[in-house]
């Protein structure tokens, strides 16, 4: 079955710096790769996400990049505020199963002032 | 709409205990599924469902239960609470308008579960 991997478990950037976080996925049948974010006693929500018929998503000051050959996958958040501390899963699935959505273990995102 | 619901928010249960976590969605979403939530890894999938009468197994499911009779509900048992059941229990639901991809779930507020 499919596993996503995701690097680092913790990030600290000074605010305005920015900040990526990298998962690899091991199933090359997966073809959709969302990025929610889950700030402290909330549920996740979705943030950004990509399918694998493009190579690279924006969305203002977040971007996702996916390398299908390598099966590796990054979120970009560029000019970091403090709100943008939460942890942040990636995660992937495939079109023949778009119910099961296999997750990273998530990466702690701090900002410092 | 109210979105994706759970119940409780809290419980505290004793080993061998048996209870049900419900879910229900106001969406008319076909998909549903549960995860728990452990710190350090992530969100992982206990079962899930594309539409009322089909369920499936995800990552762990050895010691719950479902059942999808009907396409709001999507309520999770546990059949013998374990101390490594402590979890935090998120039920999530997707729709999907493109059958060539995935679609965003949206999550329910959670329930806390405790077993001692």
């Known amino acids: 079955g499919e596993n996503v991997e995701q690097h680092p478990s913790t990030l600290s950037v000074q605010e305005g710096d920015s900040a990526v976080i990298k998962c690899t996925y091991s199933d090359s049948a997966s073809n959709y790769f969302p990025w929610y974010k889950q700030e402290l006693g909330k549920r996740p929500q979705l943030i950004i996400d990509i399918r694998s018929n493009v190579g690279e998503k924006k969305d203002q000051r977040i971007a996702v990049t996916l390398n299908k050959t390598a099966k590796h996958f990054s979120l970009h958040i560029t000019e970091t505020q403090p709100e943008d501390s939460a942890v942040y899963f990636c995660?992937?699935?495939?079109?023949?199963?778009?119910?099961?959505?296999?997750f990273g273990s998530g990466t702690r995102l701090s900002i410092r002032p | 709409n109210a979105g994706v619901t759970q119940t409780p928010k809290f419980q505290v249960l004793k080993t061998g205990q048996s209870m049900t976590l419900q879910c229900a969605q106001d969406?008319?979403?076909?998909?549903m599924s549960w995860y728990r939530q452990d710190p350090g890894m992530g969100l992982r999938l206990i079962h899930y469902?594309?539409?009322?009468?089909?369920?499936d197994q995800g990552e762990v499911p050895n010691g719950y239960n479902v059942s999808r009779s009907t396409t709001e509900d999507f309520p999770l048992r546990l059949l013998s609470a374990a101390p490594s059941q402590t979890s935090v229990y998120f039920c999530?639901?997707?729709?999907?308008?493109?059958?060539?991809?995935?679609?965003?779930?949206?999550f329910g507020p959670g329930t806390r579960l405790t077993v001692t």
């Open positions: 969406m008319n979403h076909e998909y």
């Open positions: 995660a992937a699935s495939m079109s023949s199963s778009a119910s099961k959505i296999i």
């Open positions: 469902s594309v539409g009322a009468g089909i369920t």
């Open positions: 999530a639901s997707t729709s999907r308008t493109d059958y060539s991809w995935g679609a965003e779930q949206y």
